[in-house]
């Protein structure tokens, strides 16, 4: 015959086997109904309590995001405020150059001199810089060739023979390319004739 099946042990959380009554396992201890009420409304409190602070948390997050928001809105909108106001003395310069009634051609040229200058260190502070690869080698990242003219000594194969118009860069990033006339090898003007 088969051993009846036997109830597990209970223990306690420490692990100790807990005494049985008579008629089945421990009495669990008992509390009373308003313990029990006083127990829950304390865990209810807590419950509120954390969902206040995690209103609270959700609600400044928020309120940094937009912050975060209206700052690169901003940044972007005033990103050239600096490099605008080094261009205002180029401005001016220009303005009384077309105020002056008797301006002979050296002062005209003077004039027209200062204000590069101007603009050249208006340039410098922005960290702009022209692209004017003549006689480097071609560069389709820096350089847009919108022809090719034939290799000389000076200027061999795939190097820019002529700059149509020079390119800027903003620190590392082109911001128009260099138009160029590349060199290129000519094949053609060394093959042999035929018929001769």
């Known amino acids: ?3 009846p099946e036997r109830a597990p042990e209970v223990k306690d959380v420490t692990g100790a086997p807990v005494a ?3 008629n089945g396992p421990a009495a669990l201890p008992s509390a009373s109904v308003s313990e029990v009420e006083k127990e829950l409304q304390a865990a209810l409190a807590k419950a509120n309590e954390n969902y ?3 209103l609270r948390a959700k609600a400044e997050a928020e309120n940094v995001r ?3 928001q209206e700052d690169i809105a901003k940044a972007h909108k005033y990103a050239i405020e600096s490099f605008a106001a080094d261009l205002l003395p180029v401005m001016d310069s220009l303005e009384k150059a077309l105020e002056t009634d008797n301006a002979t051609v050296d002062s005209m040229r003077q004039g027209v001199e200062l204000t590069l200058r101007q603009l050249k260190t208006a ?3 922005a960290r702009l810089t022209a692209i004017d690869p003549k006689g480097e080698k071609f560069d389709p990242y820096r350089h847009q060739a919108i022809s090719t003219v034939p290799a000389t000594a000076a200027c061999p194969p795939n190097h820019v023979a ?3 118009q020079k390119g800027w860069m903003i620190a590392e990033r082109v ?3 260099a138009m160029v006339a590349v060199a290129r090898g000519d094949e053609t003007a060394a093959a042999p004739t035929s018929g001769a």
């Open 175 to 177: 911001l128009r390319p």
């Open 20 to 22: 049985e009554v008579e």
């Open 66 to 68: 937009k912050r975060a």
């Open 52 to 54: 206040e602070l995690f």
């Open 1 to 3: 015959m088969a051993e």
């Open 123 to 125: 340039f410098d502070k």
């Open 162 to 164: 002529v700059v149509l």
